[in-house]
């Protein structure tokens, strides 16, 4: 049998195993022992709340009504949170296939090319998995085999090692998870690449990982610098079973911004909007001035916007 039809067949066989892995989830003993502590918990709300509305009508009534709702407040955010850790995976799922891709490359492209893996333990949201795969593979390849110099050219280049390094790191920043392929290769020539997007007249190289990144509601940072490298940087929300928001009411109508989007809220003071060149408005913040965007003027709902306020 060739060497190839084997290959293949590994291929086939291991990604086989994958989908079968994606498809089920390990959840750990002490999270299982969390969630039954605290549906306990949220029984004994239950009859708190139940007692407490028989007595309503009394001041201690009341005053054990509103102490049995704050709890309950709190179970139903632990329960949330604890729910949403039972859909997560190590980032070592999706990590563990690509040393046998890159030994691979470097054997077909005669390139010495060394995979660090760092934050393997990072959790992800399970429904991830498979677009993961799929974008991670697809840079990986990239790096090998377009930002990665060959063993000639490195020596040549002045570089300390001969051997390349490719970084796949993955962590969790300010409610964000970023997964980053980083190389020591040539860096992106910007002029080839734009000469190549407008002879095709569409976009090359990461489009269809933007794509994939956009579709999960998240973004692409790309940072390269000529001669020393590239690190493509995938920044995807925490999940997508359930997102925070912050509700602003313009008119009659009640809009939703995705909390994760929100860099800061804060009520203005009187004097803090002046009015610059004709009907532009801005605010002071700390000594800087921002532009305003007047809700009712975009979305051409009402004239004014009551409150805005944080919730699931």
């Known amino acids: 049998?060739?060497?190839?039809?084997?290959?293949?067949?590994?291929?086939?066989?291991?990604?086989?195993?994958?989908?079968?892995?994606?498809?089920?989830?390990?959840?750990?003993?002490?999270?299982?022992?969390?969630?039954?502590?605290?549906?306990?918990?949220?029984?004994?709300?239950?009859?708190?709340?139940?007692?407490?509305?028989?007595?309503?009508?009394?001041?201690?009534?009341?005053?054990?009504?509103?102490?049995?709702?704050?709890?309950?407040?709190?179970?139903?955010?632990?329960?949330?949170?604890?729910?949403?850790?039972?859909?997560?995976?190590?980032?070592?799922?999706?990590?563990?296939?690509?040393?046998?891709?890159?030994?691979?490359?470097?054997?077909?492209?005669?390139?010495?090319?060394?995979?660090?893996?760092?934050?393997?333990?990072?959790?992800?949201?399970?429904?991830?998995?498979?677009?993961?795969?799929?974008?991670?593979?697809?840079?990986?390849?990239?790096?090998?085999?377009?930002?990665?110099?060959?063993?000639?050219?490195?020596?040549?280049?002045?570089?300390?090692?001969?051997?390349?390094?490719?970084l796949l790191r993955a962590s969790s920043r300010g409610g964000h998870i970023h997964i980053e392929v980083r190389d020591d290769g040539r860096g992106l020539d910007r002029e080839r690449i734009l000469a190549k997007a407008v002879a095709r007249g569409v976009g090359v190289g990461v489009d269809m990982v933007r794509q994939n990144v956009r579709a999960l509601g998240g973004r692409i940072e790309v940072e390269s610098v000529p001669g020393r490298g590239t690190t493509i940087r995938l920044v995807l929300p925490l999940t997508l079973a359930i997102l925070d928001g912050l509700t602003v009411r313009v008119g009659m109508e009640t809009f939703v911004f995705p909390l994760a989007s929100v860099l800061e809220s804060f009520l203005r003071q009187a004097g803090d909007v002046q009015t610059v060149k004709g009907d532009r408005e801005v605010i002071s913040l700390r000594g800087e001035y921002i532009p305003v965007v007047r809700l009712w003027k975009l979305l051409g709902r009402g004239r004014r916007a009551k409150r805005a306020r944080a919730g699931p």
């Open 1 to 166: 049998m060739r060497p190839e039809t084997v290959e293949r067949a590994l291929d086939q066989q291991q990604k086989k195993h994958h989908q079968a892995e994606a498809s089920t989830v390990r959840v750990a003993t002490e999270k299982i022992d969390s969630l039954v502590n605290l549906v306990g918990e949220l029984v004994i709300t239950q009859a708190m709340l139940s007692q407490a509305s028989q007595a309503s009508h009394t001041k201690l009534g009341e005053e054990q009504l509103a102490a049995a709702l704050l709890q309950l407040d709190r179970q139903t955010r632990e329960l949330q949170e604890w729910v949403m850790g039972i859909r997560m995976v190590p980032a070592e799922m999706v990590f563990s296939r690509f040393p046998r891709l890159v030994h691979e490359l470097g054997r077909q492209l005669c390139k010495d090319v060394e995979l660090v893996m760092e934050g393997q333990s990072t959790e992800l949201d399970k429904t991830f998995i498979e677009m993961l795969v799929e974008s991670l593979t697809h840079l990986v390849r990239n790096a090998v085999d377009h930002g990665m110099e060959d063993r000639a050219a490195r020596a040549t280049t002045g570089k300390a090692l001969q051997e390349g390094t490719i």
